[in-house]
């Protein structure tokens, strides 16, 4: 065979590949190379709504993971400001802080609280054991170990 007719049968051959890959139904060699440009289109279009797909599972798992709430204490001259907030809310979280709170012998003077679909507290507290064993640190603590048990709790339901 000439170097021509085997470049002929190789393109053929290739063709042939190129239009069972793409389930092209199409006999000139023109038409199956536009049906195997419209299936690649396709295929970028499926990678693309993947993509957003995974970008949108990965945030969603994100979010989920970064909604422990954060809890900050500041010494105040004769007392504390807590503020907890976190991007989710949960049944008797507020009333889960506020056990802590009274479990440490500290009385809630003023609160702002909000517990719809995000959870945020604001509370300003004061009390008699405040001077010795209770600080920052131990405050902090225990309405974080409130949280958790209150999270805990709602797993089990």
Known sequence: MSRERKKAAALQEKMQILRSITHSHALSNPSIVMDASEYIKGLKQKIARLNQEIAREEDAHSRKQNSFPTVSVEALGHGFLVNVSSDKSCPGLLVAVLEAFEEL?????????????????????????????????????????????????QGDQ
């Open 105 to 153: 012998g500290l009385t809630v003077l003023q609160a702002t609280a909000s517990c719809a679909d995000t959870f945020r507290l604001e509370a300003v507290g004061g009390g008699e054991n405040q001077a010795g064993s209770v600080d920052e640190g131990v405050i902090r603590r225990a309405v974080q170990q409130a949280i958790t048990n209150c999270g805990a709790e």
